[in-house]
């Protein structure tokens, strides 16, 4: 069993920066997920085991950058630029690598943006 601990939500302002963090051990692809009120989880960002092969949603490529350091087992969102409609509920998930298949999930955090 995996376990995913997100850490770095928060109220920010629009324009302004967050960074997200996810703790996960064992050998996996990770990705970020997000869920606004009133609407379905959406795919933000994924990246491979060896951080060689990334990939985002077209709404946050060029404001966030997904990275990892697998020596410290933890999955980064940087998030900048931020806008009100980034506000939701951010999870982080991990599948076996070289799938799309996401079997873990954590408990989310908040991220807010006011305008």
């Known amino acids: 069993q995996v376990q995913l601990v997100e850490s770095g939500g928060g109220l920010v302002q629009a324009g302004g920066s967050l960074r997200l963090s996810c703790a996960a051990s064992g050998r996996y692809a990770m990705g970020w997920f997000r869920q606004a009120p009133g609407k379905g989880r959406e795919f933000v960002a994924r990246?491979?085991?060896?951080?060689?092969?990334?990939v985002y949603v077209d709404s946050v490529k060029g404001r966030f950058t997904i990275s990892r350091d697998n020596a410290k087992n933890t999955v980064y969102l940087q998030m900048n630029s931020l806008k009100p409609e980034d506000t939701a509920v951010y999870y982080c998930a991990a599948g076996p690598a070289g799938t799309t298949r996401y079997d873990y999930w954590g408990q989310g955090t908040q991220v807010t943006v006011s305008s």
């Open positions: 990246i491979s085991w060896s951080a060689g092969n990334t």
